[in-house]
């Protein structure tokens, strides 16, 4: 709600002790100085832009093309598993339809698209006390392609950090209002005297509608969790949102995404009614042979509800 953060890990970590021998990436906070293609974790995200700008609404049904989606100047755009036939926008979501998510970005366009993300706050740094951060990527409308405003919105093209995403999570998760992520809350001598309080920064005003953004978290992102991908990141005692996201990784040597290599990753929160908190949980190149799955829902989510259920019992959140 204030935008505190109140956890932080990057894996693998070093040992202090023993700094000489350690492989040099492992003193990178990830979560600020990594970026990758966030894939369908980002549909949440431009879901809300497209309601907010009433190119869709949350009764009709888009035509999801039964999984083989095609056309000129787009290419082919195809499912994860089976195809779907119409959809609500909340269906979208809760199936994770990549095509739903194309059509949507086409009622967008370029425009407006880019400019809700930028809104989010992708493509620039978050701000937060921390050397290193980076603002990931998103070109400009007059640099995409015709494949652009159909890929971007199921989270190909766009290069976002962790913390990003954080960031325009809680803008979800607080109503559409945007808070500003921050570390320090009070600055304490060697006898546990408070020497400085910080102030987080106030709320700056509404990304989107709140009617909006109640919405995504409440309806959409509940029925990821209780209906859809997210399943196994259930609790008992809180209800939990979240979306699930299994992005190919671009190839270094080559155009185009491997088809073995994912990163997988669960953006959640809790209690849905009213947020308390935000997390996200990213896993580059799960390991297959372990033979427990490599998407978001099977790999990121139960270490999200893990995270959840000790943070809120520890904040007392009922």
């Known amino acids: 709600r204030s935008g505190a953060i109140l956890a932080m890990v990057s894996l693998p970590d070093f040992d202090p002790a023993k700094v000489g021998t350690t492989d040099p990436d492992n003193f990178r906070s990830r979560t600020l100085t990594d970026m990758y293609e966030p894939g ?4 949440p995200i431009v879901t809300a832009i497209a309601l907010d700008a009433g190119v869709v609404n ?10 083989d989606y095609h056309g000129e100047g787009f290419g082919r755009i195809g499912e994860y598993k089976e195809g779907f ?4 926008v909340r269906e ?3 199936n994770s339809s990549n095509i739903g998510m194309a059509k949507i970005g086409q009622r967008l366009g370029k425009e407006r698209l880019y400019e809700g993300l930028k809104l989010f706050g992708f493509g620039e740094n978050t701000g937060i006390e921390l050397p290193g951060e980076i603002h990931g990527w998103l070109s400009t409308p007059d640099e995409w ?17 962790a913390m990003q995403l954080i960031r325009a999570y809680c803008i979800l998760a607080n109503g559409g209002r945007l808070v500003s992520p921050f570390l320090v809350r009070a600055i304490v001598d060697s006898n546990g005297k408070i020497t400085e309080l910080k102030r987080p920064p ?9 009617e909006v953004a109640k919405w995504v978290v409440g309806e959409a992102m509940v029925g990821v969790v209780n209906e859809g991908t997210g399943k196994r990141a259930q609790l008992d005692d809180w209800q939990v949102f979240g979306k699930t996201g299994t992005a190919n990784i671009a190839n270094s040597d080559s155009r185009g995404y491997s088809n073995r290599d994912y990163v997988a990753s669960f953006i959640s929160g809790a209690p849905a009614e009213n947020p308390a ?4 949980v990213s896993i580059r190149k799960p390991n297959r042979s372990l033979g427990k799955g490599y998407t978001g829902g099977v790999v990121s989510s139960p270490v999200a509800r893990e995270i959840i259920r000790r943070t ?7």
């Not at 106030?202 to 709140?210: A, E, H, L």
């Open 40 to 43: 369908s974790i980002l549909k």
């Open 58 to 67: 949350t009764t009709e049904k888009i035509f999801c093309e039964h999984g």
């Open 85 to 88: 036939g119409d959809l609500t």
């Open 92 to 94: 979208i979501l809760i």
């Open 145 to 161: 392609t015709g494949y652009s405003v159909t890929r971007i919105p199921f989270g190909q093209e766009i290069s976002v950090t």
């Open 202 to 210: 106030p709320p700056v005003g509404y990304i989107v509608k709140s």
């Open 277 to 280: 908190i935000v997390v996200l």
């Open 312 to 318: 809120l019992k520890y904040l007392g959140v009922e």
